[in-house]
């Protein structure tokens, strides 16, 4: 079994910096892609950031230049550092991985559970 935890998140004002941080643990065979998503109330669970195996990263256009993906491979990290945060990036933050374990070599999409990040003007 391998599941995803992040830690991290909280409360900050406007303008301020947050960096989060998610922990692949378990039997874990090998990860792909790692990814960062959000969902803002009413609103859809939306790319945030990816970035491979290999440290090709990817961004939603809106938060290029504010956020930053980095990953530890030897640790099973991913980490996104948020600077200058506005209201609006208020959301529920979910780390992704593409995983496979020791068990199935098969390769399948995890989701962690999810922490709460609220900006405040």
């Known amino acids: 079994q391998v599941q995803l935890v992040e830690s991290g998140g909280g409360l900050v004002q406007a303008g301020g910096s947050l960096t989060l941080s998610c922990a692949a643990s378990?039997?874990?065979?090998?990860?792909?892609?790692m990814a960062w998503y959000r969902q803002a109330p009413g609103k859809q669970r939306a790319l945030v950031a990816a970035?491979?195996?290999?440290?090709?990263?990817n961004y939603a256009d809106t938060l290029k230049g504010r956020f930053t993906i980095s990953r530890d491979n030897a640790k099973n990290t991913v980490h996104l550092q948020m600077n200058s945060l506005k209201p609006e990036d208020t959301a529920v933050y979910y780390c992704?991985?593409?995983?496979?374990?020791?068990?199935?070599?098969?390769?399948?999409?995890?989701w962690g559970q999810g922490t709460q990040v609220t900006v405040s003007s």
């Open positions: 378990g039997s874990i065979f090998s990860i792909n892609d």
């Open positions: 970035i491979t195996s290999g440290g090709s990263t």
């Open positions: 992704y991985a593409q995983m496979s374990s020791d068990v199935s070599k098969n390769l399948y999409g995890y």
